[in-house]
């Protein structure tokens, strides 16, 4: 059973950080590509930022490039997010999404499993 966690999130300031993880157990974690997605209230699920097995090929959505970096650790079967320069409309729960399954990344219907979500609210 494939079960996938999220931490890190909470309340920062504008202008602050934050450091997001996830896990995930019952896969191996390396043969996967990963990614982060969010949803605000209201709002549509849209993709943040995606990495492959490796961690060698990454991409970001425009809204984030520059503040925002994936990273992954396959010896601790964890995944990144880096959050800098936060700002109010950054303000979303945050999903881990596993397995790839080909077509546009930033589409969640393109990945096989979520984790519940991090909350992370950005106060101006």
């Known amino acids: 059973q494939v079960q996938v966690v999220e931490s890190g999130g909470g309340l920062v300031q504008a202008g602050g950080s934050l450091r997001l993880s996830c896990t995930a157990s019952g896969l191996t974690f390396d043969d996967y590509h990963m990614g982060w997605f969010r949803q605000a209230p209201g709002k549509e699920r849209e993709g943040v930022s995606y990495?492959?097995?490796?961690?060698?090929?990454?991409y970001y959505a425009d809204s984030v490039k520059g503040r925002f970096t994936i990273s992954r650790d396959n010896a601790k079967n964890t995944l990144y997010l880096q959050m800098n320069v936060l700002k109010p409309e950054d303000t979303a729960m945050y999903y881990c999404?596993?397995?790839?399954?080909?077509?546009?990344?930033?589409?969640?219907?393109?990945?096989?499993?979520w984790g519940q979500g991090t909350q992370v609210t950005v106060s101006s």
């Open positions: 990495i492959n097995w490796s961690g060698r090929i990454t």
């Open positions: 999404a596993v397995g790839f399954n080909g077509g546009s990344w930033p589409r969640t219907s393109s990945w096989s499993y």
